[in-house]
Protein backbone atom coordinates (compact mmCIF):
# COMPACT_ATOMS: atom_id res chain seq x y z
CA UNK A 1 0.00 0.00 0.00
CA UNK A 2 1.69 3.48 -1.18
CA UNK A 3 1.98 6.14 1.55
CA UNK A 4 0.94 9.59 1.27
CA UNK A 5 1.30 12.74 3.90
CA UNK A 6 -0.98 15.45 2.89
CA UNK A 7 -0.05 18.69 4.89
CA UNK A 8 -2.98 21.73 4.89
CA UNK A 9 -3.52 24.42 7.82
CA UNK A 10 -6.83 24.00 6.22
CA UNK A 11 -8.16 20.82 8.41
CA UNK A 12 -11.58 21.44 5.70
CA UNK A 13 -9.25 20.32 2.49
CA UNK A 14 -6.87 18.31 4.20
CA UNK A 15 -9.53 16.22 5.30
CA UNK A 16 -11.31 16.02 2.04
CA UNK A 17 -7.84 14.97 0.14
CA UNK A 18 -7.34 11.99 3.27
CA UNK A 19 -10.89 10.38 2.99
CA UNK A 20 -10.52 11.16 -1.24
CA UNK A 21 -7.09 8.83 -0.53
CA UNK A 22 -7.96 6.34 1.45
CA UNK A 23 -10.95 5.34 -0.36
CA UNK A 24 -8.45 5.21 -3.02
CA UNK A 25 -6.47 2.61 -1.40
CA UNK A 26 -3.64 4.38 0.03
CA UNK A 27 -2.20 4.83 3.57
CA UNK A 28 -2.67 8.49 4.31
CA UNK A 29 -0.93 10.62 7.34
CA UNK A 30 -1.93 14.12 8.21
CA UNK A 31 -0.24 17.32 8.78
CA UNK A 32 -1.44 20.49 10.04
CA UNK A 33 1.68 22.85 9.58
CA UNK A 34 5.01 22.28 7.46
CA UNK A 35 7.08 21.70 11.11
CA UNK A 36 4.64 18.78 12.03
CA UNK A 37 4.94 16.88 8.46
CA UNK A 38 8.82 17.52 8.26
CA UNK A 39 8.50 15.62 11.92
CA UNK A 40 6.65 12.99 9.71
CA UNK A 41 9.31 12.81 6.89
CA UNK A 42 11.49 12.93 9.26
CA UNK A 43 10.57 9.44 10.53
CA UNK A 44 8.56 7.55 7.60
CA UNK A 45 9.26 7.16 4.08
CA UNK A 46 6.60 8.33 2.30
CA UNK A 47 5.85 7.35 -1.28
CA UNK A 48 3.91 10.91 -1.98
CA UNK A 49 3.95 14.36 -0.66
CA UNK A 50 0.97 16.58 -0.99
CA UNK A 51 1.75 20.06 0.72
CA UNK A 52 -0.09 23.53 0.78
CA UNK A 53 2.37 26.42 -0.37
CA UNK A 54 1.36 29.09 2.65
CA UNK A 55 1.29 27.52 6.30
CA UNK A 56 2.21 28.67 9.65
CA UNK A 57 5.72 27.19 11.40
CA UNK A 58 7.59 26.18 8.32
CA UNK A 59 5.55 26.56 4.94
CA UNK A 60 5.39 24.23 2.11
CA UNK A 61 9.08 25.25 0.20
CA UNK A 62 10.48 24.10 3.54
CA UNK A 63 8.29 21.06 3.57
CA UNK A 64 9.89 20.35 -0.22
CA UNK A 65 13.54 21.28 0.72
CA UNK A 66 13.07 18.94 3.74
CA UNK A 67 11.67 15.88 1.78
CA UNK A 68 14.62 16.29 -0.99
CA UNK A 69 16.92 16.17 1.68
CA UNK A 70 15.37 13.16 3.94
CA UNK A 71 14.08 10.87 1.11
CA UNK A 72 15.40 12.29 -2.47
CA UNK A 73 12.95 9.52 -4.54
CA UNK A 74 9.58 10.96 -2.47
CA UNK A 75 7.38 12.90 -5.17
CA UNK A 76 6.14 16.34 -4.03
CA UNK A 77 3.04 17.77 -5.61
CA UNK A 78 2.76 21.29 -4.28
CA UNK A 79 -0.65 23.30 -3.48
CA UNK A 80 -1.66 26.91 -3.30
CA UNK A 81 -4.49 29.89 -3.67
CA UNK A 82 -2.10 32.05 -4.05
CA UNK A 83 -0.32 30.71 -7.52
CA UNK A 84 2.44 32.78 -9.57
CA UNK A 85 4.93 32.17 -11.80
CA UNK A 86 7.89 33.13 -9.63
CA UNK A 87 6.66 30.26 -6.78
CA UNK A 88 5.89 28.24 -9.47
CA UNK A 89 9.21 27.86 -11.15
CA UNK A 90 10.89 27.85 -7.72
CA UNK A 91 9.28 24.99 -6.70
CA UNK A 92 9.94 22.94 -9.54
CA UNK A 93 13.60 23.99 -8.98
CA UNK A 94 13.44 22.41 -5.83
CA UNK A 95 12.13 19.17 -7.13
CA UNK A 96 8.48 19.42 -6.89
CA UNK A 97 6.43 17.12 -9.13
CA UNK A 98 3.27 19.57 -10.43
CA UNK A 99 2.05 22.35 -9.18
CA UNK A 100 -1.54 23.25 -8.30
CA UNK A 101 -4.10 25.89 -7.86
CA UNK A 102 -7.07 26.45 -5.71
CA UNK A 103 -9.69 26.01 -5.91
CA UNK A 104 -8.91 22.50 -8.06
CA UNK A 105 -11.18 19.71 -9.21
CA UNK A 106 -11.11 16.11 -7.69
CA UNK A 107 -10.80 14.16 -10.72
CA UNK A 108 -7.73 16.53 -11.67
CA UNK A 109 -6.07 16.14 -8.15
CA UNK A 110 -6.19 12.33 -8.73
CA UNK A 111 -5.31 12.02 -12.09
CA UNK A 112 -1.79 14.08 -11.13
CA UNK A 113 -1.87 12.10 -7.71
CA UNK A 114 -1.91 8.64 -10.04
CA UNK A 115 0.23 10.23 -12.70
CA UNK A 116 3.01 11.27 -9.65
CA UNK A 117 2.86 7.34 -7.77
CA UNK A 118 3.33 6.10 -11.47
CA UNK A 119 6.41 8.13 -11.87
CA UNK A 120 7.99 6.78 -8.68
CA UNK A 121 6.81 3.17 -9.22
CA UNK A 122 8.92 3.47 -12.83
CA UNK A 123 12.00 4.99 -10.62
CA UNK A 124 11.91 2.09 -8.72
CA UNK A 125 11.46 -0.41 -11.49
CA UNK A 126 14.59 1.34 -13.09
CA UNK A 127 16.85 1.27 -9.81
CA UNK A 128 15.65 -2.59 -9.47
CA UNK A 129 16.49 -3.19 -13.12
CA UNK A 130 19.86 -1.88 -13.64
CA UNK A 131 20.37 -3.50 -10.06
CA UNK A 132 19.02 -6.94 -11.78
CA UNK A 133 21.60 -6.63 -15.14
CA UNK A 134 24.21 -5.60 -12.59
CA UNK A 135 24.04 -8.68 -10.45
CA UNK A 136 22.47 -11.01 -13.83
CA UNK A 137 23.32 -14.77 -13.67
CA UNK A 138 26.35 -15.93 -16.08
CA UNK A 139 23.95 -18.05 -17.66
CA UNK A 140 20.50 -16.61 -19.21
CA UNK A 141 18.59 -19.77 -18.41
CA UNK A 142 18.45 -23.28 -16.99
CA UNK A 143 19.88 -25.68 -19.54
CA UNK A 144 19.43 -29.26 -19.15
CA UNK A 145 17.51 -32.55 -20.11
CA UNK A 146 19.17 -34.97 -17.39
CA UNK A 147 17.30 -36.29 -14.32
CA UNK A 148 18.73 -34.76 -11.92
CA UNK A 149 17.77 -31.42 -13.54
CA UNK A 150 14.03 -32.25 -14.47
CA UNK A 151 13.37 -33.07 -10.84
CA UNK A 152 14.66 -29.33 -9.88
CA UNK A 153 12.20 -28.06 -12.49
CA UNK A 154 9.34 -30.16 -11.43
CA UNK A 155 9.99 -28.69 -7.83
CA UNK A 156 10.02 -25.43 -8.92
CA UNK A 157 6.49 -25.56 -10.67
CA UNK A 158 4.89 -27.43 -7.59
CA UNK A 159 5.95 -24.49 -5.25
CA UNK A 160 5.96 -21.59 -7.42
CA UNK A 161 3.18 -20.39 -6.38
CA UNK A 162 3.18 -21.50 -2.36
CA UNK A 163 4.09 -18.81 0.06
CA UNK A 164 6.15 -21.15 1.58
CA UNK A 165 9.85 -19.82 2.26
CA UNK A 166 12.86 -21.91 0.24
CA UNK A 167 16.27 -22.83 0.82
CA UNK A 168 17.96 -23.44 -2.24
CA UNK A 169 21.37 -25.40 -1.67
CA UNK A 170 24.05 -25.85 -4.07
CA UNK A 171 27.88 -25.35 -5.18
CA UNK A 172 29.05 -22.18 -6.74
CA UNK A 173 28.22 -21.50 -10.20
CA UNK A 174 24.98 -23.86 -10.20
CA UNK A 175 22.33 -22.10 -10.78
CA UNK A 176 21.28 -21.07 -7.68
CA UNK A 177 19.63 -17.68 -8.50
CA UNK A 178 18.07 -18.54 -11.72
CA UNK A 179 16.35 -21.29 -9.63
CA UNK A 180 15.18 -18.40 -7.72
CA UNK A 181 14.08 -16.05 -10.40
CA UNK A 182 12.25 -18.97 -12.05
CA UNK A 183 10.19 -19.44 -8.72
CA UNK A 184 9.39 -15.71 -8.75
CA UNK A 185 8.56 -15.43 -12.54
CA UNK A 186 6.09 -18.40 -12.11
CA UNK A 187 4.49 -17.29 -9.56
CA UNK A 188 1.46 -14.64 -8.67
CA UNK A 189 4.13 -12.24 -7.49
CA UNK A 190 6.00 -12.31 -11.29
CA UNK A 191 4.53 -8.77 -11.82
CA UNK A 192 5.98 -7.48 -8.17
CA UNK A 193 9.87 -6.76 -7.73
CA UNK A 194 12.26 -9.32 -7.87
CA UNK A 195 15.17 -8.13 -5.40
CA UNK A 196 18.44 -10.05 -5.23
CA UNK A 197 21.18 -9.10 -2.37
CA UNK A 198 24.39 -10.97 -1.95
CA UNK A 199 24.48 -11.70 1.77
CA UNK A 200 27.86 -12.22 1.41
CA UNK A 201 29.52 -9.45 -0.81
CA UNK A 202 27.88 -6.59 1.11
CA UNK A 203 29.91 -5.67 4.16
CA UNK A 204 28.69 -6.24 7.41
CA UNK A 205 28.63 -2.75 8.72
CA UNK A 206 25.90 -2.16 5.56
CA UNK A 207 24.21 -5.21 5.61
CA UNK A 208 21.54 -3.83 7.83
CA UNK A 209 20.98 -0.87 6.09
CA UNK A 210 20.72 -2.61 2.80
CA UNK A 211 18.36 -4.86 3.59
CA UNK A 212 16.33 -2.72 6.25
CA UNK A 213 16.90 0.59 5.03
CA UNK A 214 18.07 3.86 7.23
CA UNK A 215 17.00 7.17 8.54
CA UNK A 216 19.04 9.77 7.29
CA UNK A 217 21.90 10.65 10.48
CA UNK A 218 21.91 7.30 11.84
CA UNK A 219 25.50 6.91 10.98
CA UNK A 220 28.26 8.47 9.56
CA UNK A 221 27.16 8.73 5.54
CA UNK A 222 23.56 8.78 6.05
CA UNK A 223 22.70 11.90 4.49
CA UNK A 224 19.13 11.11 3.26
CA UNK A 225 16.52 8.64 4.43
CA UNK A 226 16.82 5.03 2.55
CA UNK A 227 13.77 2.32 1.77
CA UNK A 228 15.78 -1.24 2.62
CA UNK A 229 15.84 -3.74 0.07
CA UNK A 230 12.63 -5.63 1.77
CA UNK A 231 11.17 -2.62 1.60
CA UNK A 232 11.52 -2.47 -2.39
CA UNK A 233 10.59 -6.70 -2.59
CA UNK A 234 6.95 -5.54 -1.08
CA UNK A 235 4.67 -7.63 -2.93
CA UNK A 236 7.36 -9.55 -4.53
CA UNK A 237 10.29 -11.92 -3.82
CA UNK A 238 13.80 -11.39 -1.79
CA UNK A 239 15.85 -13.53 -2.91
CA UNK A 240 19.15 -13.50 0.10
CA UNK A 241 22.33 -14.96 -1.96
CA UNK A 242 24.50 -16.86 0.36
CA UNK A 243 22.70 -16.33 3.48
CA UNK A 244 25.30 -18.60 5.08
CA UNK A 245 27.57 -15.88 5.37
CA UNK A 246 24.90 -13.26 7.38
CA UNK A 247 26.13 -12.51 10.81
CA UNK A 248 24.45 -13.52 13.72
CA UNK A 249 23.44 -10.16 14.19
CA UNK A 250 21.70 -9.88 10.90
CA UNK A 251 19.93 -13.09 11.60
CA UNK A 252 18.03 -11.68 14.85
CA UNK A 253 16.51 -9.49 12.22
CA UNK A 254 16.03 -11.83 9.70
CA UNK A 255 13.75 -14.01 12.10
CA UNK A 256 12.07 -10.90 13.11
CA UNK A 257 11.13 -10.07 9.12
CA UNK A 258 9.96 -14.04 8.71
CA UNK A 259 7.85 -14.18 12.02
CA UNK A 260 6.35 -10.79 12.01
CA UNK A 261 6.40 -10.05 8.53
CA UNK A 262 7.59 -6.28 9.84
CA UNK A 263 11.33 -4.75 11.01
CA UNK A 264 12.61 -1.16 11.90
CA UNK A 265 14.76 0.70 9.79
CA UNK A 266 18.61 1.90 11.31
CA UNK A 267 17.65 4.83 13.73
CA UNK A 268 14.09 4.10 12.69
CA UNK A 269 11.02 4.44 15.77
CA UNK A 270 8.62 2.85 13.75
CA UNK A 271 8.04 -0.53 12.33
CA UNK A 272 7.46 -1.09 8.58
CA UNK A 273 5.18 -4.11 7.46
CA UNK A 274 5.82 -6.05 4.30
CA UNK A 275 4.13 -9.04 2.58
CA UNK A 276 7.99 -10.95 1.22
CA UNK A 277 8.54 -13.98 0.08
CA UNK A 278 11.88 -15.19 1.24
CA UNK A 279 14.06 -17.21 -1.12
CA UNK A 280 17.51 -17.85 0.36
CA UNK A 281 20.69 -19.88 -1.44
CA UNK A 282 23.68 -20.71 0.15
CA UNK A 283 26.73 -23.19 -0.78
CA UNK A 284 27.48 -23.85 2.91
CA UNK A 285 26.68 -27.05 5.17
CA UNK A 286 24.10 -25.07 6.98
CA UNK A 287 23.20 -28.01 9.24
CA UNK A 288 27.07 -27.82 9.91
CA UNK A 289 27.10 -24.18 10.72
CA UNK A 290 23.94 -24.65 13.15
CA UNK A 291 25.91 -27.42 15.08
CA UNK A 292 28.97 -25.13 15.42
CA UNK A 293 26.90 -21.97 16.74
CA UNK A 294 27.91 -19.85 13.34
CA UNK A 295 24.19 -20.19 11.87
CA UNK A 296 20.70 -20.05 13.83
CA UNK A 297 18.64 -23.15 14.52
CA UNK A 298 15.63 -21.11 14.73
CA UNK A 299 15.77 -19.38 11.39
CA UNK A 300 17.20 -22.18 9.19
CA UNK A 301 14.55 -24.19 10.13
CA UNK A 302 12.30 -21.46 9.41
CA UNK A 303 14.05 -21.23 5.50
CA UNK A 304 14.49 -24.52 5.30
CA UNK A 305 10.33 -24.92 4.42
CA UNK A 306 11.26 -26.07 1.06
CA UNK A 307 14.58 -26.97 0.47
CA UNK A 308 15.70 -27.58 -3.62
CA UNK A 309 19.04 -28.87 -3.78
CA UNK A 310 20.87 -28.04 -6.86
CA UNK A 311 23.19 -30.82 -8.85
CA UNK A 312 27.01 -30.01 -9.42
CA UNK A 313 27.81 -30.62 -13.02
CA UNK A 314 30.19 -33.46 -12.35
CA UNK A 315 26.67 -35.45 -11.42
CA UNK A 316 24.63 -34.41 -15.34
CA UNK A 317 27.46 -34.68 -17.33
CA UNK A 318 24.90 -35.44 -19.74
CA UNK A 319 23.69 -32.03 -20.14
CA UNK A 320 27.50 -30.59 -21.29
CA UNK A 321 26.67 -31.08 -24.48
CA UNK A 322 23.46 -28.99 -24.30
CA UNK A 323 25.20 -26.17 -22.38
CA UNK A 324 27.98 -26.18 -24.93
CA UNK A 325 25.80 -25.75 -28.07
CA UNK A 326 23.54 -23.01 -25.99
CA UNK A 327 26.99 -20.91 -25.05
CA UNK A 328 28.44 -21.20 -28.04
CA UNK A 329 25.40 -19.79 -29.89
CA UNK A 330 24.82 -17.42 -27.37
CA UNK A 331 28.68 -15.89 -27.67
CA UNK A 332 28.25 -16.13 -31.44
CA UNK A 333 25.57 -14.45 -31.50
CA UNK A 334 27.21 -11.49 -29.40
CA UNK A 335 30.18 -11.51 -31.77
CA UNK A 336 28.46 -11.82 -35.02
CA UNK A 337 30.51 -15.10 -36.34
CA UNK A 338 29.01 -18.23 -37.21
CA UNK A 339 29.41 -20.86 -34.12
CA UNK A 340 32.08 -22.82 -34.12
CA UNK A 341 31.48 -26.76 -33.40
CA UNK A 342 34.19 -28.99 -31.28
CA UNK A 343 35.52 -32.26 -32.29
CA UNK A 344 34.45 -35.56 -30.76
CA UNK A 345 37.67 -35.43 -29.00
CA UNK A 346 37.31 -31.74 -27.73
CA UNK A 347 33.90 -32.76 -26.36
CA UNK A 348 35.63 -35.50 -24.47
CA UNK A 349 37.56 -33.76 -22.55
CA UNK A 350 35.36 -31.45 -21.71
CA UNK A 351 32.85 -34.31 -20.30
CA UNK A 352 35.76 -35.59 -18.36
CA UNK A 353 36.47 -32.31 -16.53
CA UNK A 354 35.65 -32.11 -13.02
CA UNK A 355 34.06 -28.55 -13.44
CA UNK A 356 34.28 -27.72 -9.74
CA UNK A 357 33.05 -24.23 -10.49
CA UNK A 358 30.14 -25.89 -12.29
CA UNK A 359 28.53 -24.14 -15.21
CA UNK A 360 29.90 -20.81 -14.44
CA UNK A 361 33.35 -22.84 -15.32
CA UNK A 362 32.25 -23.99 -18.23
CA UNK A 363 30.45 -20.66 -19.49
CA UNK A 364 33.90 -19.02 -19.00
CA UNK A 365 36.03 -21.86 -20.76
CA UNK A 366 33.27 -22.01 -23.94
CA UNK A 367 33.73 -17.85 -23.62
CA UNK A 368 37.14 -18.21 -23.88
CA UNK A 369 36.83 -20.65 -26.94
CA UNK A 370 34.65 -18.73 -28.93
CA UNK A 371 36.71 -15.46 -28.55
CA UNK A 372 40.01 -17.15 -30.12
CA UNK A 373 38.80 -19.46 -32.09
CA UNK A 374 39.85 -18.35 -36.04
CA UNK A 375 38.10 -21.37 -37.08
CA UNK A 376 35.08 -23.40 -37.70
CA UNK A 377 36.13 -26.18 -35.23
CA UNK A 378 37.14 -26.32 -32.11
CA UNK A 379 40.04 -29.05 -31.09
CA UNK A 380 41.55 -30.39 -28.14
CA UNK A 381 44.50 -28.69 -27.97
CA UNK A 382 41.85 -25.62 -27.93
CA UNK A 383 39.77 -26.79 -25.23
CA UNK A 384 42.71 -28.36 -22.78
CA UNK A 385 44.82 -24.82 -23.49
CA UNK A 386 41.98 -22.85 -21.62
CA UNK A 387 41.30 -25.92 -18.97
CA UNK A 388 42.61 -24.89 -15.51
CA UNK A 389 43.81 -28.20 -13.75
CA UNK A 390 42.14 -29.46 -10.80
CA UNK A 391 43.07 -28.60 -7.75
CA UNK A 392 40.72 -30.79 -5.90
CA UNK A 393 42.82 -33.50 -3.46
CA UNK A 394 41.57 -36.96 -5.31
CA UNK A 395 43.27 -35.94 -8.46
CA UNK A 396 47.09 -37.38 -8.94
CA UNK A 397 48.80 -34.60 -7.43
CA UNK A 398 47.53 -35.73 -4.33
CA UNK A 399 50.24 -35.67 -1.24
CA UNK A 400 51.70 -39.16 -0.57
CA UNK A 401 54.40 -37.58 1.49
CA UNK A 402 52.68 -35.22 4.50
CA UNK A 403 53.09 -31.59 3.60
CA UNK A 404 55.12 -29.18 6.30
CA UNK A 405 51.82 -26.75 7.52
CA UNK A 406 50.11 -30.39 7.53
CA UNK A 407 46.92 -32.05 5.41
CA UNK A 408 43.20 -32.20 5.91
CA UNK A 409 43.31 -35.74 5.95
CA UNK A 410 39.62 -36.45 6.37
CA UNK A 411 38.83 -33.69 3.70
CA UNK A 412 41.16 -35.37 1.25
CA UNK A 413 39.83 -39.32 2.08
CA UNK A 414 35.95 -37.99 1.53
CA UNK A 415 37.39 -36.38 -2.05
CA UNK A 416 38.43 -39.55 -2.85
CA UNK A 417 35.71 -41.60 -1.55
CA UNK A 418 33.28 -39.17 -3.30
CA UNK A 419 34.91 -38.90 -6.87
CA UNK A 420 35.30 -42.63 -7.06
CA UNK A 421 31.29 -43.09 -6.22
CA UNK A 422 30.79 -40.67 -9.27
CA UNK A 423 33.12 -42.52 -12.06
CA UNK A 424 31.26 -45.66 -10.81
CA UNK A 425 27.90 -44.46 -11.41
CA UNK A 426 28.74 -42.85 -14.29
CA UNK A 427 30.53 -45.75 -15.96
CA UNK A 428 27.14 -47.80 -14.72
CA UNK A 429 24.89 -45.03 -16.60
CA UNK A 430 23.96 -44.45 -12.91
CA UNK A 431 22.66 -48.49 -12.16
CA UNK A 432 23.56 -47.87 -8.44
CA UNK A 433 23.71 -51.97 -8.49
CA UNK A 434 26.29 -52.17 -11.28
CA UNK A 435 28.21 -49.01 -9.70
CA UNK A 436 28.22 -50.83 -6.07
CA UNK A 437 30.21 -54.10 -7.94
CA UNK A 438 32.59 -51.70 -9.64
CA UNK A 439 33.63 -50.81 -5.96
CA UNK A 440 33.06 -54.19 -4.58
CA UNK A 441 30.78 -52.85 -2.40
CA UNK A 442 27.62 -54.24 -1.13
CA UNK A 443 24.46 -52.64 -1.74
CA UNK A 444 24.04 -51.61 1.92
CA UNK A 445 27.17 -50.22 2.22
CA UNK A 446 26.94 -48.03 -1.55
CA UNK A 447 23.72 -46.37 -0.39
CA UNK A 448 25.11 -45.24 2.84
CA UNK A 449 28.39 -43.97 1.01
CA UNK A 450 26.26 -41.89 -1.59
CA UNK A 451 23.69 -40.39 1.52
CA UNK A 452 27.01 -39.24 3.31
CA UNK A 453 27.92 -37.32 0.52
CA UNK A 454 24.39 -35.89 -0.75
CA UNK A 455 24.62 -38.24 -4.34
CA UNK A 456 21.44 -37.79 -5.82
CA UNK A 457 19.96 -39.73 -8.72
CA UNK A 458 20.26 -43.33 -10.34
CA UNK A 459 18.14 -46.40 -10.36
CA UNK A 460 18.64 -50.13 -8.27
Not at 221 to 250: C, Q, R, S, W, Y
Not at 298 to 305: A, E, F, M, Q
Request: net charge neutral; with cysteine.
Amino acid sequence: MEKILVVDDERGLREVLSIMLTRAGYAVTEAADGEEAIGHVGREIFDLVITDLRMPKADGMAVLKAVKSLSPETVVLVITAFATADTAVEAMKQGAYDYLTKPFQVDEVQLIIRNALEKRRLSTENILLKREMASHSSFAQIIGQSEAIQKVFDVVRKVADAKSNVLICGESGTGKELVARAIHYNSARSRMPFVAVNCSAVPETLLESELFGHMKGSFTGAMANKAGLFEVANGGTIFLDEIGDTPLTIQVKLLRVIQEREFRRVGGTQDVKVDVRIVAATNKDLEKAVADGSFREDLYYRLDVIPIRLPPLRLRTGDIPLLVKHFLEKFAQESGRPAPVLTPEAMHVLLGHEWRGNVRELENVLERVAAFSSGASVSEEDIRGWLRPSVSPHQPGAPTDLPVDGVDLEGLINGIERNLLVQALERAKWVKKKAARLLKLNARSFRYRLEKYAIKGGRD
